[in-house]
Nanobody
Framework: VQLQASGGGLVQAGGSLSLSCAAS????????MGWFRQAPGKEREFVAA????????SYADSVKGRFTISRDNDKNTEYLQMNSLKPEDTAVYYC????????????????WGQGTQVTVSS
């Protein structure tokens, strides 16, 4: 599976951005998918995950209630809608195909997309 993330940019605090991750290959719908992020000087961290059918989702506590993960298996694409953005959300965001549905530090990525930069100004 090859993954291509897009949609990052610069936004003011309180604003919104929507990230997309387009996947190649016919097996997209068989993978749980996730989003991770890495801020400067910090380790990569889990943001959100969604099961292969989309029926289950999980979020990091820091984004719960503000971010929404979704997927469209017909379009081989997953999404991350980010609302009420904060400066601490500034990071490079990565999409990933997961080894299985998971949450938090238990998540293991099998395939990574390239990152997309999200910058939130105060």
């Amino acid at each position: 599976v090859q993954l291509q993330a897009s949609g990052g940019g610069l936004v003011q605090a309180g604003g919104s951005l929507s990230l997309s991750c387009a996947a190649s290959g016919r097996t997209f719908s068989t993978y749980a998918m996730g989003w991770f992020r890495q801020a400067p000087g910090k380790e990569r961290e889990f943001v959100a995950a969604i099961s292969w059918r989309g029926g289950r989702t999980s979020y990091a506590d820091s984004v719960k209630g503000r971010f929404t993960i979704s997927r469209d298996n017909d379009k081989n694409t997953e999404y991350l809608q980010m609302n009420s953005l904060k400066p601490e959300d500034t990071a490079v965001y990565y999409c990933a195909a997961l080894s299985g549905y998971c949450t938090g530090n238990a998540c293991q990525a099998r395939y990574w997309g390239q990152g997309t930069q999200v910058t939130v100004s105060s």
